[in-house]
């Protein structure tokens, strides 16, 4: 499993989901559609100054198909409630935030703490996921389009666009978290499914053992790498502690960037 070089600009990876970061001079999108005159006004200005994300359809594209992993890092607060997705070089790409009781997630595609953009409005999430009764399952489920950039649009309906499910399965003398994933977004043909590389039990460690390439990870249960279902030396994604409350999450095609980070942030309760 090798690594991509890393690129000087986010659109060296993201083919279309690059649009949303380079249209600094597009037209602002209608104040009808966003809500007030004054979102509209903001936005514009981020625009020309090029901190606009408005377009959903970017973060629910797939990454250039390419043989290696793209490398992207992720920043937990303090209090382990919000959740920032960085590329490589630093840029943000999106911010997650856990409910009080750890069963619901929204995604925003501005940062709440953004001094040259205030953007971020944190009763509108762009993405939701929202776990079962059971605590098993995971929903992950686009709130809005680019055509309607506030949830209560005509026309627009919510879209699921993957599951997870949480299983455990002994590895040696230990127990191994596992994952299950379904996407199923618009336009694809099929659902696509994806599972847990499993770890090996290494008797000298007396631990489970995954390699994971290119990261120095810290052992924690939140260690994971998801291959394709039916090939799985085929690892399309991997997810490693690398700090107290630092991440780094590696994908490629088949995931989206939305997906990945909400694999992610499912194990956000495991030990």
């Given at each position: 499993?090798?690594?991509?070089?890393?690129g000087p600009i986010i659109?060296?990876?993201?083919?279309?989901?690059?649009?949303?970061?380079?249209?600094?001079?597009?037209?602002?999108?209608?104040?009808?559609?966003?809500?007030?005159?004054?979102?509209?006004?903001?936005?514009?200005?981020?625009?020309?100054?090029?901190?606009?994300?408005?377009?959903?359809?970017?973060?629910?594209?797939?990454?250039?198909?390419?043989?290696?992993l793209w490398k992207f890092?992720?920043?937990?607060?303090?209090?382990?409630?919000?959740?920032?997705?960085?590329?490589?070089?630093?840029?943000?790409?999106?911010?997650?935030?856990?409910?009080?009781?750890?069963?619901?997630?929204?995604?925003?595609?501005?940062?709440?703490?953004?001094?040259?953009?205030?953007?971020?409005?944190?009763?509108?999430?762009?993405?939701?996921?929202?776990?079962?009764?059971?605590?098993?399952?995971?929903?992950?489920?686009?709130?809005?389009?680019?055509?309607?950039?506030?949830?209560?649009?005509?026309?627009?309906?919510?879209?699921?666009?993957?599951?997870?499910?949480?299983?455990?399965?002994?590895?040696?003398?230990?127990?191994?978290?596992?994952?299950?994933?379904?996407?199923?977004?618009?336009?694809?043909?099929?659902?696509?499914?994806?599972?847990?590389?499993?770890?090996?039990?290494?008797?000298?460690?007396?631990?489970?053992?995954?390699?994971?390439?290119?990261?120095?990870?810290?052992?924690?249960?939140?260690?994971?790498?998801?291959?394709?279902?039916?090939?799985?030396?085929?690892?399309?994604?991997?997810?490693?502690?690398?700090?107290?409350?630092?991440?780094?999450?590696?994908?490629?095609?088949?995931?989206?960037?939305?997906?990945?980070?909400?694999?992610?942030?499912?194990?956000?309760?495991?030990v």
């Amino acid at each position: 499993m090798g690594f991509l070089e890393e690129g000087p600009i986010i659109s060296r990876f993201f083919g279309p989901f690059g649009q949303a970061f380079r249209s600094e001079k597009k037209k602002a999108p209608c104040a009808e559609d966003i809500g007030t005159p004054k979102r509209a006004f903001d936005i514009a200005d981020c625009m020309e100054k090029g901190l606009a994300r408005e377009l959903v359809s970017d973060f629910v594209q797939p990454l250039r198909d390419v043989r290696g992993l793209w490398k992207f890092d992720v920043e937990r607060s303090a209090d382990r409630r919000e959740y920032r997705l960085y590329c490589a070089q630093g840029e943000f790409l999106m911010l997650a935030k856990l409910s009080k009781d750890a069963s619901r997630i929204g995604f925003f595609l501005y940062d709440s703490v953004e001094e040259d953009c205030g953007l971020h409005d944190p009763d509108a999430p762009a993405f939701t996921m929202t776990r079962s009764a059971s605590g098993k399952s995971w929903f992950l489920v686009q709130e809005r389009c680019d055509d309607s950039l506030t949830p209560r649009h005509a026309g627009w309906e919510r879209r699921e666009v993957m599951e997870v499910v949480h299983s455990r399965q002994g590895v040696g003398a230990g127990m191994n978290h596992c994952l299950h994933v379904c996407l199923n977004r618009a336009g694809m043909n099929e659902e696509t499914w994806l599972g847990s590389k499993l770890p090996v039990w290494n008797d000298e460690v007396r631990s489970m053992v995954l390699d994971f390439h290119g990261r120095q990870a810290i052992a924690s249960a939140k260690n994971f790498q998801l291959a394709l279902e039916g090939d799985p030396e085929c690892v399309v994604c991997q997810h490693t502690k690398v700090g107290p409350n630092s991440f780094g999450l590696d994908f490629k095609c088949p995931l989206t960037v939305v997906e990945a980070f909400g694999v992610a942030l499912t194990t956000a309760s495991w030990v």
